[in-house]
């Protein structure tokens, strides 16, 4: 009598089980995987805003510090947008009838808030502090990445966990000195100095859940 | 099916469809148009199977009614909906900065305002946190007498009440939408007439600048009449007091001078309007730090179960309308000790002749002996509950004990006008009745709701032509006003008002007023005919004027102005006038069975109804949610024939029956029934049956409605207590939303008692001490990392279960409000409950009282058995919960000795409307399917870091305080590190009574307890 199943079939199993098990693998990690692609997390996708606002000339040419208009970086979670009479106090003098700042004069006018539009969104469930962070000396550039070269701004970052904990296991090569928060282009000026703003700092390893997660 | 209907819905949904798919592009608008593409899909399908369903009932599977593909289309569409619906919405992605921001705020770091919230006229001082101007949290203010720092759960729960979408919002005429300028009409007709036919009907109130708007308001309209009412302000000890000395005159306590300490029941620590500061009081003279700790004494004599009854050294159940007969009993035994001359011969003689009952002799004897022993450094007080002849008894003994001055002081009332005859509802329905009123304003409260039952005031006020209520909800009164004007929270607007010991507080509103509305100064203001001034402007104007001394500005920083308390008045005891009083006490036979009607710790006299936080906090003695019942002893419950949720028809008799203390105006109903579970209350006085009040409510307010029944309704007169009534079991049961059915624990190591006389021998103190230190475990314990080390301490001692922690937490943590369906299913969310167990004898048993949240175990149980690490421990020793890992297997709770993990069943919290202004946005909204206990607010801990490191500063254990220790009146919860030796929870656990729950378990909890030491009488059993 032929074999119910010839040799073949051995071959055919492996390759079907193979094939099944590299599904389901590929069913589990393709949300992972797409999660993480840059078409979710928004990495380096412009985002325009409601005023053609652009950081190239306001930080590079006019040589504005961030923290003069995300005033709240140092005091508060929030870095915070500027108010609009913020604003105003520059462009009451300068390009004050620049139909580009119209509903800039329409909101300092009415009251009307301005409806600009989020770049860096974390979720409901992370709290990040911008505070602790920029008073330990991280720098804006670090996260954020070179706004001052960028005309719309567009996220740098992934903001995924991985990529806020390979900073928190290792937050040592990303210090630099406080008057240096703000500089997009500052580099330290021997490896050993990082090592003793760490210790100046008191800087720690938080990778405990609570820290973000509350 | 119809094919030709079908063929023109398909035209439609293919609009639709394609509709969805153009909009299928990229991210969140993607997710958007599928699930409107699964809708578009699955219409016509459930169309067809709506369509079927009535005309073919027997319809089987395969009917052309319900085709295979009609069924398929339904299938995969309902599955990929359910997909669909696991994903969250779209998160905001604006920031809308302000136009122009105010200075003092920075967007991120809320901002705290020193305000006051009223009731019955007196004010708590209180810090209200706002986040961009939304307040979010209440504190105490510690700066105010009345509050101390602490709150009770109904300052806590005030948010709630603020942002209340069930709200009135527009002026209404019988219910259909109406201008302002009807009410003018009638404030400038009232005008006109100068005042002939106006009558007021205002809340209790103690503010100068109130004060100030009513004397003008009399002045200018003289023909005008005006009553203040609110159920349960201070009545009764008003009128008692006049009869002791001749005049009303406030009682005002100095507990921390007293050594002995008599409630005759009177709930001192929870229902008296200076409960919190009362309770600091007592609790200060009752900290134990070893055996030799002094301790004051206190004694509760009182029917229903109280707070101050739970920390009470000894409690004596006695029925309400036997308490003056003890008062008397009291009275003649200190006496006959002290063998005084004051009172007049007769009244002596009578005393003389006066022996407690036998069943009571050894505990009187016992308690005069105590007080005649600490002359000066005793009191007795009496409860508003009580007749005033008790309250007169009660100022007796202290005079005779020479307490007067010391541990007694009295004031003139600091409400205006209060125990005076502009006090009394009837005189409106008599005037009414005369038809003297033609305008009503009721500007506040609900007195259709609130009413005696012999003051007929809705039936009057509808023979009022034009009657004008003011106010929060639509309920009964509004509803039964011919207009309704939407009036303002108290977080919403400026005033002012004086605390129980008379110190003045300023009143700044959080918020503008959420849906208009109008204040009851600008209504009279108006009726005056005042020019339109701002508020504040009006506030600022009035107090430089009456408070000349202290400016605004500065009181509004404090929340207080210091040194404004009421002096206290000299006062002869006329015993004169007593002595027939005195006399008489206790000579009625008690009725077989009597009623109390006593405020509703959470809801009041009904004006928190609304407020589902309140009505979700298991009440502190029945742990009843959502409801109200009858509260009565085993004893009562076995005549009666019912046990827990039997519904019992409660019937006062007519006025045939009556042996009131006062005469009834109007003509009494014959009788009035009104149908409420037993809950059966060890420790209940017998032949007693205890209601709260402020259930049955009956108008629009959507979430109070309906629950329960109104204990007003047995009500028959202000100043009459304990009627008898008649219950008899109806038969039928409804379930109770309890939150502890068991009323022992077994006797396991729970809440742990004890005495201070035992705690100084060895023998207790050994015991104690199996219940601390180190266990063996299999686990390795961690070695505690640098840096602080959190950890709490609750002393039972002085924790008296007012349950304002559980508000609190509640409040500061987010968590949802499940409803009573839910609770009865075990499903309730509270992060920290308050177990409560009865000890000792059924007739006389003991209550321990046991705040329980997570212990925040170093070898926590949930944390091995969870299999994806969503509750882990951090180096600062919290037990985390990391809700976004959180898959539910609820694995952690099953292993929860303590039992304090709860489980998101459904999706408890709210989605929308204007509730979800009161959260805290520093606490993450958890989702249905998630795990979550107490996080030893977690929030506030990493807060406290930043804010530490921010400003280069060490952080101190003392940064942080949870939201629980923060409210405790009797700062019954420590908190801190136990790296810091000098620490008070550090200092707790070297006491000799500290101990950790199930410490057998070898869980080594992080809060640890310290034992409930009783102080008791050595001379009696």
Redo the contacts between chains.
Sequence with gaps: MAALFPPWTNTATHVVLGALGALVAGALAAPMVCARMP??TGVGDPVLQPIAFDHRHHVRDDGIDCLYCH??A?????A???????CMGCHDQVWNDSPLIAPLRA??E?????????VH?L???V?F?H??HV??GIGCVSCHGRVDEMAAVYQVGRLTMRWCLDCHRDPEPRLRPRDQITNSTWQPDSPGQTTALARQY?TRRLT????C?? | MPTDGFDLEHGVRQEALERAVARVGHGWHGIAALVELAAASAWPAERAAHEAAPDDPGAAPGDPALSRRSFLQLAGSGAAAVGLAACSSRPSREILPYASQPPELTPGVPLHYATALVEDGFATGVLVASHEGRPTKVEGNPDHPASLGATRAIEQAAVLQLFDPERARLITERGAPAPWAAIEAVLDAARAARGDGLHLVLEPTTSPIAIELIRRVRAALPAAGVTFWSPFSPRASLAGNRLAFGRPLQTQLELRAADVIVALDADLVAEHPMALAYARQISDRRRVVDGGSAMSRLYAIEAGYTATGVIADHRFSVRGSQIERVAGELLAAVLGRLGLAGPPPALTARLASVAPAAERAPWIVAIAAELTGAPGRSVVVAGERQPLVVHAIAAAINAALGNLGRTVGYTEPVAFEAGQPSHDLAGVVRAIDRGAVTRLLVLGGNPVYTAPQGVALAGAIGRVADSVYLGLYDHETARACRYAVPGLHELEQWGAARAYDGTLTPIQPLIEPLFGGRSVADVLHRLLDDPPADARDRLAAAWSRLVPDAPLEAALGLGAVPGTAAPHVAVELAWGALAPVISAAGARSPAPLELAIRPHPFVHDGRYTNNPWLLELPEPITKLTWDCAAQLSPATAARLGVADGDLLALTVAGPGAAGGDTVVAAALAPTATIELPAIIVPGHADDAITVHAGFGRDGGEHTARGIGASAFRLWRSALEFHPAITAVARGDRRPLAITQAELSDEDRPLALTGTLAGLAGPAVRDALAHHRGAQPSLYARRPHAPGAQWAMSIDLTTCTGCSACVMACAAENNTPVVGARQVRNGREMHWLRIDRYYRGPADAPVLAVQPMACQHCELAPCEYVCPVEATTHSPDGLNEMTYNRCIGTRFCSNNCPYKVRRFNWFDFKDHRGLRIAARNPDVTVRDRGVMEKCTYCVQRIRRAEIDARVADRPLAGSDVRTACQQVCPTQAIAFGSLTEVDSPVVEHRRRPHSYAVLHDQGTAPRTQYLARIRNPNGALP
Excluded: K, L
Excluded at chain 1, 74 to 78: L, T
Excluded at chain 1, 208 to 211: F, I
């Design positions: 078409d979710a005033e709240g140092e005091r508060s979670a929030f915070g947008v500027p108010a609009a009479d913020r909101s300092v009415t009251g009307a808030v301005i409806h600009w539009q989020r969104s979720p409901d469930f709290y502090d505070a602790v008073t330990r008191g405990h859940c609570s820290t997660h509350r």
